[in-house]
């Protein structure tokens, strides 16, 4: 690898593993924030809202909670990639070849 490839690979691990951490900071704050918005939600529906609003309600916190999922395996796949690419031995295949 040429000189300025290994500068390449260093600069992309490191802009991967900062956008891992600034991604999963505040996804880390609303994932354990969900559960009380679950509740809360629930409490309020079960005394204001209709069936119908009841269920729009559970439809879009499923939406969310698929949502900061997907998120999350992105942030875990960049952290692999910082990782991976850090290490040239650990350079074959990719974590976004994977399912998920």
Known sequence: MS??????VAEIAALSAELSHHVNNPLAVVMASLPTLE??????S?????????A????VL?????GLLRISR???KLTQLSFRIS??????????????
Request: net charge negative.
């Open 87 to 100: 290490r040239p031995e650990n350079l074959l295949g990719s974590p976004f070849d994977q399912e998920g």
């Open 74 to 76: 992105v942030v875990q």
């Open 46 to 54: 079960a005394a204001h809202a209709s069936p119908e609003e009841n």
């Open 56 to 59: 729009e309600l559970n439809e």
């Open 3 to 8: 000189q300025n490839q290994e500068k390449l």
């Open 39 to 44: 509740r809360i939600t629930r409490e309020l």
């Open 62 to 66: 499923s939406d969310v909670k698929l």
